[in-house]
């Protein structure tokens, strides 16, 4: 499955399982959880939040 980000839509990774990773982009922390193969959202929209802008 791939994994993008919910705000900014860019490719951030392939697998499966529970991810939570940060677009380097955007700042955006996107939450993913896949139970299975054929749960295969789109994109992360579901559950994000914006990360503090400063690095």
Known sequence: MEI???QCGRLLAKGTGTIEIKCPRCRTINHVRAASPEDR???ADKEC???PTAL
């Open 49 to 51: 939040s914006r990360g």
């Open 4 to 6: 993008r980000c919910g």
């Open 41 to 43: 959202p789109e994109r």
